[in-house]
């Protein structure tokens, strides 16, 4: 079955420097959605890219859908303490259920003041 | 606008014991609604999904349940809990498409 797999598991970085996360689908996706998860919260829905080769920022924070539609990454410029948490990607293939948006493990984001 | 409830936000229950989570949504009518779980430091696993009264389809085969009795109540249960149950429980709601997942705050649960 499809498979997203994420990665790193975890970066820790010191506050200024970059931090990009990748993510992996095993299937052509027709969508994928970036979310956030603050230390002992829920995830937080921030982006969804559907279009190949799609780019979208907000902020600091810049979104890339592969041109195969089969990868993705979320960079994030200049981190901030406020930039902690587990950024999970989401994948929805080709006439996917309602059910199937398929999250990776998620990469989990530590900065250093 | 759309609000998501979910509650307890903590539970402890002992193995065998019964089990009830339930989730509402407002501001809306005939969303999807989504139940997750996630592990301690892990991903989200789909545990059932809705997109109407009555209509339930599980992913993931396991001693839990789900109904939704009305359109926008969404129901976790288990007859017996089991120490691998443990976890966090989330509810989610979207509006059916390609929009993003609304997530409610979640219940921590802990089978002792």
């Known amino acids: 079955g499809q498979q997203v797999m994420q990665i790193p598991q975890y970066q820790h970085v010191q506050e200024g420097e970059d931090f990009t996360t990748y993510c992996n689908s095993s299937?052509?996706?027709?969508?994928i959605q970036w979310y956030k998860q603050r230390p002992g919260g829920h995830p937080v829905f921030l982006i969804q890219l559907v279009k190949s080769g799609e780019v979208k920022k907000q902020k600091r924070l810049t979104f890339q859908f592969g041109e195969a539609k089969k990868n993705s990454s979320l960079h994030i410029t200049a981190t901030q303490t406020t930039d902690v948490g587990t950024y999970f990607c989401a994948g929805r293939d080709y006439g996917g259920s309602q059910g199937n948006l398929i999250f990776g493990k998620g990469t989990k984001l530590s900065v250093k003041p | 606008s759309q609000t998501i409830h979910q509650w307890p936000a903590t539970l402890v229950q002992p193995v065998g014991s019964p089990l009830s989570l339930e989730c509402t949504v407002e501001?809306?009518?005939?969303?999807?609604l989504y139940w997750y779980r996630q592990a301690a430091g892990r991903g989200l696993q789909l545990l059932f999904y809705?997109?109407?009264?009555?209509?339930i389809s599980s992913e993931v085969p396991q001693n839990l349940s789900a109904s939704r009795p009305q359109d926008r109540q969404f129901i976790l249960s288990s007859k017996k809990l089991l120490l691998s149950d443990s976890g966090f429980y989330l509810c989610?709601?979207?509006?059916?498409?390609?929009?993003?997942?609304?997530f409610g705050s979640g219940t921590r649960l802990t089978v002792v």
């Open positions: 989610a709601w979207s509006p059916g498409g390609n929009y993003g997942y609304t």
């Open positions: 501001g809306t009518s005939n969303p999807n």
């Open positions: 809705s997109v109407g009264i009555g209509q």
């Open positions: 299937t052509t996706l027709s969508n």
